[in-house]
């Protein structure tokens, strides 16, 4: 499970918006605790727990935003509306909100089940709850909660990394990118924090491999009359409903050689310029390639006429199997939910832009 603590904003329109969503059979209040005389009434509005939200935060007049908007996720449907509330209820009291006025609303309009908590971060005494280092303190509280062991997870994660076969250090950084790691000063980050330092030691680096070179080529070579290699920026739906861009590069082609190969496309580009280039990371055969090893970029992306039929049976609709001398080891899709699209994308990848403006070679 992941939290992420949505952008302050001033008054309580986290109340109103799930409401609007029960509204809309996309949501369901699971909880609304601490109201006093007001959880005694059948039927809300939201004007009524936003009134009473608001008369707590006139208490204190020095805090801006007094809403605590949070969403709890968890990977696809994997837990219940009520293993979700139980665990909202567990955090909020962890974070010094047990206390507070709280509504949690399930929500269903994602691939992901997740429940929204809306509270006040001013008690009845008119003091602020603590919020210092709340962002990395909210994470740490959920893993306790869940069980979840992130320096072990990390290690693990790490030597898997380092079973890959890669050319680059840039390449190796890619394989841990895609884990949802961030990677800085040899460190890995998650979470918003530092977890573990990167064993350099540990890094070994391996020549391309010919034979798996060509087997590649000739699938792209296959489904990309098949599945469009057009690129578009990809999204991703937060749990507000707004579709965040990610800052890089998709296609019909790359999601499907992922899904049914393990075959990971990132395409490299500077700022909102088009991409310069591509690697694959072969997460079924554990390497990485750059992408000009298997088929230059301007080849790969040539628009072609798409066949989207077998021949046979004629006009009869299938999904396509690799062909004997294409097949790879199974590859399974890992259940995996990151918060690190839904993080401060100036703070974690600003540095990392600004070189990107300056001219280089692709040595990826």
């Known amino acids: 499970m992941v939290i992420k603590i949505l952008e302050s904003v001033k008054g309580f329109g986290g109340v109103a918006y799930s409401l609007r969503k029960i509204d809309r059979g996309k949501a369901e ?3 609304a605790a601490n109201f006093g005389m007001l959880g005694g009434f059948s039927v809300a509005r939201a004007q009524d727990y936003e009134d009473y939200f608001e008369q707590l935060a006139s208490l204190n007049k020095k805090t801006i935003y007094p809403q605590l908007h949070a969403v709890v996720s968890c990977a696809g449907r994997t837990s219940t509306n009520k293993e979700l509330t139980v665990v909202a209820e567990k955090w909020l009291k962890e974070m010094g909100y047990g206390d507070q006025p709280y509504l949690i609303f399930f929500h269903t309009d994602t691939d992901h089940n997740h429940v929204h908590i809306v509270s006040c971060r001013i008690d009845r005494n008119g003091k602020k709850i603590d919020s210092s280092y709340e962002h990395d303190r909210s994470q740490k509280v959920l893993n306790k909660i869940t069980g979840r062991d992130e320096n072990l997870e990390t290690k693990k994660d790490l030597e898997d990394a380092l079973n890959y076969k890669f050319s680059t250090k840039a390449q ?5 990118e895609s884990k949802g790691y961030v990677v800085r000063g040899g460190n890995l980050i998650k979470y918003g924090r530092k977890l573990l330092p990167i064993p350099e ?5 391996h020549a391309a491999d010919k034979q798996r070179t060509n087997q590649l080529k000739a699938i792209f070579e296959k489904y990309r009359h098949r599945y469009s290699a057009a690129l578009s920026p990809a999204t991703v739906t ?5 579709e965040k861009p990610l800052h890089k590069f998709r296609s019909d082609l790359a999601d499907f050689l992922k899904v049914k190969f393990g075959l990971e496309l990132v395409f490299h580009a500077s700022e909102d310029k088009p991409a310069y280039g591509y690697t694959v990371i072969d997460h079924a055969q554990k390497r990485v390639f750059k ?6 970029m301007a080849a790969l992306l040539e628009p072609v006429e798409l066949n989207l039929k077998r021949e046979e049976p004629a006009g009869e609709e299938t999904t396509f199997e690799p062909a004997a001398a294409e097949t790879s080891p199974a590859y399974e899709v890992p259940i995996r939910i990151s918060i690190a699209e839904d993080v401060d994308d100036q703070q974690i990848h600003g540095m990392r832009r600004r070189r990107q403006k300056k001219a280089r070679t692709n040595t990826r």
């Open 29 to 31: 209040m699971m909880t």
């Open 172 to 176: 190796f950084a890619m394989i841990l």
């Open 201 to 205: 030691k540990k890094i070994k680096y």
């Open 238 to 242: 937060l749990p507000s409903g707004y």
């Open 291 to 296: 992408g000009s090893e298997i088929m230059v």
